[in-house]
């Protein structure tokens, strides 16, 4: 036989009409109380979230987007999580955007795909904004997004096309240089560099500022070694191809390099720094380990971040200006590899 317990149904829900109605206030004011930044009065807002407390009674967050018809997430694609870099990059932007008051989404798409794909589930989400970081927009999915009246900000990617995009990223063409110029400090006379994934900027723009160094200086271009992706195993087997064939080795991100340090040292036999020096970039917590002592250019990131975040902020309160496009340094940090 069932006890009165179990036929007791769930608690009945209390609803801001109620709580307003027990208060002697209007339903906009209960509103207002749980809304920062709301203009209400310091005693109103405590006898409010008070009586709220006593009742049991929680903001429906969803009904409340919907009657303002705007929801406050901002949905950030992402491609490359197994890149040690991107995730500590969502660990960053969530927090910050949670103390700017935006809720975070997160979507991934596979490694190649562009974000396109996700728009039509991104609109059934009611989403305001969306930063896309590992995964490219083509330029017909940013204006269909942006002819939403959505805001979109690409971070650590430029933007390509005609249709301009918001964009925050490192400096990677000045990250390049600076990686050659650290090589050729060291009197390295053979450089190579290990390319990830053709269709991102970031590899693009690394090996631009890279070559452009050593053709300033008079010098030949480097080796070349395209690892197709961004991972441990690419820069390993990168890595190998290149022993004995260079004494200096940029590649495009930190977990190519720490692949190639792998490689270099216990396939190879050759001894880092001093038969090859090695310089990756990110600067991703791994690098620093004992093991490698990676020698990296380290992007920016609590500075791209609060960035981001504020730009999303003007563009939602519709006081940002033309789009931008905003390249922070990099800064060389040297470790053992190099």
């Known amino acids: ?48 979230l008070r009586a709220a407390e006593e009742l049991g009674y929680r903001p429906n967050v969803i009904a409340a987007a919907l009657s303002r018809r705007r929801s406050s997430i901002v949905a950030i694609v992402m491609a490359e999580l197994t890149n040690p870099f991107y995730p500590a990059v969502l660990e960053r932007l969530t927090a910050a955007l949670q103390a700017a008051g935006l809720q975070s989404l997160l979507f991934t798409v596979p490694p190649g795909q562009p974000a396109d794909s996700c728009l039509p589930l991104l609109r059934q989400y009611h989403v305001d904004a969306v930063v896309i970081t590992s995964a490219s927009l083509t330029s017909a999915g940013a204006a269909e997004w942006l002819g939403d009246g959505r805001a979109a900000v690409l971070f650590n990617r430029t933007a390509a096309g005609p249709t301009p995009l918001d964009s925050i990223a490192c400096d990677n063409l000045a990250g390049g240089r600076a990686a050659a110029e650290a090589l050729l400090a060291q009197g390295r006379k053979q450089l190579a560099f290990v390319a990830g994934r053709a269709d991102t900027s970031t590899s693009q723009d690394r090996e631009r ?48 390099a720490l692949g190639g340090l792998d490689a270099l040292r216990h396939d190879a036999g050759l001894r880092v720094p001093e038969d090859v ?49 905003e390249r922070l340094p990099a800064e060389l940090v040297r470790r053992g590899s190099a």
């Open 1 to 48: 036989m069932d006890t009165p317990s179990r036929l007791a149904g769930p608690p009945a829900v209390v609803t801001a009409r109620a709580l307003a109605r027990r208060l002697g206030v209007s339903q906009s004011m209960v509103s207002r109380a749980f809304s920062p930044g709301a203009s209400i009065a310091p005693e109103m807002r405590a006898r409010v």
């Open 209 to 256: 500022g890279f070559r452009a160094m050593l053709a300033e200086r008079g010098l030949p271009p480097p080796l070349r070694v395209e690892a197709g992706d961004f991972s441990y195993e690419s820069g390993h087997r990168a890595a190998r191809s290149l022993a004995g064939r260079a004494d200096g080795i940029f590649f495009a991100n930190d977990i190519l």
């Open 277 to 325: 020096a090695v310089i990756g970039f990110d600067d991703i917590p791994m690098g620093a380990w004992p093991a490698y002592r990676l020698t990296t250019l380290r992007q920016p990131v609590p500075a791209m971040v609060a960035r981001t975040v504020e730009l999303l902020q003007a563009r939602l309160g519709g006081t940002a200006g033309p789009p931008t496009g």
